[in-house]
């Protein structure tokens, strides 16, 4: 009887150890989550003054900038905006093919996801040709209509008024899920057998991308899946001409990052999009975690071989 009374004993302390301990655990982790609120509150009040500070300054240089260029909403949203993306794309672009070509810096090289596989440089031309017929003859009518829709269905904002920081991050958490979505749909419908050969197919005759083969696409896939997710969040949002600047920049240079073949500094990741284009079965999204991917289980064999290569 007392060998039962002491097993019991130490079962209720042991028992009593194990429930203290998880008391200090809820707590110890309660305690973390309200400091790291406060201080993210703290770092969005910090954030919120850096912007106001440089916010006063970019104004100044705004005023200047239209000062030189003019304010008329034509000419920024057409001749200005394809201007800066056709500059972009192109001095980006061009960088990394010559690195590519040169195999230069060897640092850099060291980088590359294929790095067995060598550019052909026969099939530059019909690079070069598709490119600038999507951009001359897809893109720019297409700015066109989109200009005169967004100034017919809306009130576009002061253009000489910049907006203000948390209208820029509404704009841009509205913006990223509708590409994200849209690219990702729009994808799989143009990797339907009845699409694909017609279509899509162009962009998979480089099984090893490189940066500038983000706008080799056949010109209805570069509408629908190309322009169309990254423009149709605007008519939701009817975000400043700036916001629209800072937008188009970042899905250009995400485009080329994605297609580039390399993995460079923090830059995301384009190893998904690679292993997309040598499978041509998964991986459809553009984020480098790609949720709908994870939600539809399009990147299974992806993180089975990621998951191979880590326990190496």
């Known amino acids: 009887m007392k060998s039962d009374s002491k097993v ?9 150890r194990s429930v203290e301990k998880w ?30 500070g440089i916010g006063m300054r970019m104004q100044m240089i ?26 972009l794309y192109w001095t980006f672009g061009l960088a990394y093919l010559l690195m590519e070509l040169n195999a230069w810096p060897k640092w ?11 550019v052909d440089k026969k099939r530059l031309y019909s690079l070069f040709r598709v490119n600038l017929f999507n951009q001359f003859f897809v893109m720019i009518p297409l700015s066109i209509f989109g200009h005169f829709f967004l100034e017919y269905k809306s009130n576009s904002p002061p253009v000489r008024e910049l ?12 913006l990223v899920p509708i590409q994200e979505i849209g690219v990702y749909y729009t994808h799989r419908m143009f990797h339907h057998r009845l699409l694909y050969k017609w279509t899509h197919k162009w962009h998979h005759e480089w099984t090893a991308p ?4 983000s706008m080799y696409n056949h010109p209805l896939d570069q509408l629908i899946g190309n322009f169309l997710p990254v423009t149709v969040g605007l008519s939701f949002t009817n975000s400043h001409f700036f916001t629209q600047w800072l937008w188009f920049s970042w899905s250009i240079l ?36 790609g949720p709908l991917d994870y939600l539809h289980g399009t990147d299974k064999h992806f993180r089975a071989k990621m998951a191979a290569i880590a326990a190496q």
């Open 8 to 16: 019991s004993s130490a079962a209720s302390s042991t028992k009593s």
């Open 23 to 52: 008391k200090f655990l809820y707590l110890l982790a309660l305690s973390v989550g309200l400091v790291s609120l406060l201080l993210n509150i703290q770092t969005w009040n910090h954030a919120i003054q850096l912007w106001n």
């Open 62 to 87: 705004w005023d200047k900038v239209l000062d030189r260029i003019g304010d008329n909403s034509f000419h920024l949203y057409v001749y200005v905006m394809n201007t800066w993306t056709l500059f």
């Open 108 to 118: 850099m090289f060291r980088r590359k996801v294929q790095p067995n596989i060598i």
């Open 163 to 174: 907006p203000t920081f948390h209208r820029l991050v509404i704009d841009f958490f509205i």
């Open 210 to 213: 490189i940066a500038l083969t």
């Open 254 to 289: 995400r485009g080329l990052n994605d297609h580039s073949g390399y993995r460079l500094f923090s830059f995301p990741s384009p190893v998904r999009h690679d292993f997309h284009h040598q499978t041509s079965t998964e991986c459809f999204a553009v984020w480098a975690w």
